[in-house]
């Protein structure tokens, strides 16, 4: 069951990858346009902002990853822990000022993998 948790978490942090490229790297490509359902005029003004998120996301990736390769036991669940909360709270925020999905994409799978880490641990 760990490595079934811990696989969970290592798709959220691949997923805030992802959102990394999409908000740094294609933000105003068309993949980014289709994702975030706006115009090229809409996306160069936002631009800089979204990078600034995609940074973000990054480093919730990192800090998930960080959790998953630190080899004390306690120490890695209270990372785990935090990060996931941190993506909680990102997702919760999102989902309520930027689009309801984000509460779908970003916070939910969040909220099961914490609970699941905790059932387990």
């Not at 480093?59 to 998930?64: Q, R």
């Given at each position: 069951m760990a490595l079934l948790v811990n696989g969970l978490i290592a798709i959220i942090a691949l997923l805030h990858v992802y959102f990394l490229v999409l908000e740094m790297f294609l933000w105003t490509k068309p993949l980014g346009l289709r994702t975030f359902r706006q115009?090229?005029?809409a996306a160069r003004t936002s631009a800089v902002l979204a990078a600034n998120q995609g940074l973000y996301n990054g480093?919730?990736?990192?800090?998930?990853a960080w959790g998953l390769i630190y080899p004390q036991p306690i120490a890695a669940l209270h990372i785990k822990t935090f990060f996931l909360l941190c993506v909680i709270v990102a997702g919760i925020y999102g989902g309520f000022t930027a689009n309801r999905r984000i509460l779908y994409v970003q916070a939910l799978p969040a909220v099961i993998a914490l609970g699941l880490l905790w059932l387990v641990r």
């Open positions: 115009s090229l005029e480093f919730l990736a990192a800090g998930l």
